[in-house]
């Protein structure tokens, strides 16, 4: 099994109101990375997250799934969450063992209740948010309308890293307004019609993440211009603290939009080592103490969903959060 350092792995959540397309999305994910070789479909039942019987029957996610996949040296794990309300444990279950929490919003639908929800939860948790709008493909796909909707909600910290090339039948691709490119899906110049959008939406991108370091902060106060590299550097701190919700968009049906969404998460989202320390209990002391993200610290983990599966027997998922563990490893419960 090939090693992967810590600053190499990328933990995430797909969270989201019902139907906003998250299983669509991790099965995106892994067709690019070429975990799977097929695009399967939750409406067909041939998805790879939704493997429970009740799951292909309903077509909707009922517990969270965990799915690993490659990508440029990255290993990114994906942990789809169902989107109903009765399974709300499940969501936030998931939310205490990833590193940023991806909300989709359908473009069509807008920011829906689950959206708020999923929202708090991931607040709570302490945890960057990105907002992916799902769905461009859809008849009535309106991606600024969301956007705006989002913005009112959530506060003026949510800012578009991409805009749509189209909408609808029409969308073909992303704008990338770190990169001043355009995706369809080959790299090229910005279509002259969204030239000045692009410009526009790059500023208020500009002014988020600026302040995030006092010397470009200064730079950009006196009229310089900040370097794609430098926007780049302001974006990683500012989605690493929380102080800016970046939004992307794509169509996970379609496949549009989502190897960039890949390449964003691996040069962009926080990875375990980002974390500089965890807080916990000694629990037979009952005192406080905290753990480095190292494989030299004592080892502790968290259980963040267990299951029983027919043919296996009892498993327990948990994320490991600092030392090491071995098949013949034993281990304290400190429930």
Partial sequence: MKQYKT??????????????????????????????????????GTSTMDFDQEEIKRNISISAAVAPCEWK??????????????????????????????????????????????????????????????????????????????????????????????????????????????????????????LDEAMSYREMLVDAVAEEDDELM????????????EVALCLKKALASGKVCPVLCGSSLKNIGITALMDFIVEYLPSPANIEEYKGKLPKADQETTRKPSAGEPFSALVFKTLADPYVGKLTLFRVISGTLKSDSQVYNAN
């Fill in 218 to 229: 200064m730079k950009y106060l006196e009229g310089e211009e900040l370097t794609n590299e």
């Fill in 7 to 44: 600053d190499k792995i990328r933990n995430i959540g797909l969270v989201a109101h019902g139907g906003a397309g998250k299983t669509s999305l991790a099965e995106a994910l892994l067709f690019n990375a070429k975990a799977i070789d097929r695009l399967g479909k939750v409406d067909e």
């Fill in 73 to 194: 040296d990255c290993k990114i794990n994906i942990v789809d969450t169902p989107g109903y309300f009765d399974f709300a444990g499940e969501v936030k279950g998931a939310l205490r063992a990833v590193d940023t929490a991806v909300v989709l919003a359908c473009a069509v639908s807008n920011v829906e209740v689950g959206t708020e929800k999923v929202w708090q939860y991931a607040e709570e948790a302490g945890l960057p948010k990105v907002l992916f709008i799902n769905k461009m493909d859809r008849e009535n796909a309106n991606f600024y309308k969301v956007l705006d909707t989002a913005r009112e909600i959530f506060g003026n910290n949510v800012v578009p890293v991409q805009l749509p090339i189209g909408s609808q039948d029409s969308f073909k691709g992303i704008v990338d307004l770190v990169e001043m490119k355009a995706y369809t899906p080959n790299e090229g110049e910005i279509p002259a019609d969204l």
